[in-house]
């Protein structure tokens, strides 16, 4: 059974900041990737974010220099900082954890965290 658990997800004002988090539950998932991928109401969903084991993240043109995805060492958590957030960034925020179990290539998705940016 595995488990993808975001949290972190809250209203703010434009201009903070929020941490978002990432928690895959696996006994014998091995995590390769984790991805942040958000959706806004009416829009198709976009990839925001991803890191791989070997710690190299990547960013949306349109978080770059505001946000940074990390990695705990060693564990299946990970994190989303959300700096200098715009009403634009206002969406469900998902993490999507890609690796293997056993010899299957496998991924799995949260349900999501709510982040609104209002004033």
């Known amino acids: 059974q595995v488990q993808v658990v975001e949290s972190g997800g809250d209203l703010v004002q434009p201009g903070g900041s929020l941490r978002l988090s990432c928690v895959v539950s696996?006994?014998?998932?091995?995590?390769?990737?984790m991805n942040w991928h958000r959706q806004a109401p009416g829009k198709q969903r976009e990839l925001v974010a991803g890191?791989?084991?070997?710690?190299?993240?990547e960013y949306a043109d349109f978080v770059k220099g505001r946000f940074a995805i990390c990695r705990d060492s060693g564990e299946n958590t990970g994190h989303l900082q959300m700096n200098d957030l715009k009403p634009e960034d206002t969406a469900v925020y998902y993490c999507h954890a890609e690796g293997t179990s056993g010899d299957a290539l496998v991924d799995y998705w949260g349900q999501g965290t709510q982040v609104t940016v209002s004033s």
């Open positions: 890191i791989t084991t070997h710690g190299y993240p």
């Open positions: 696996a006994s014998r998932f091995r995590v390769y990737a």
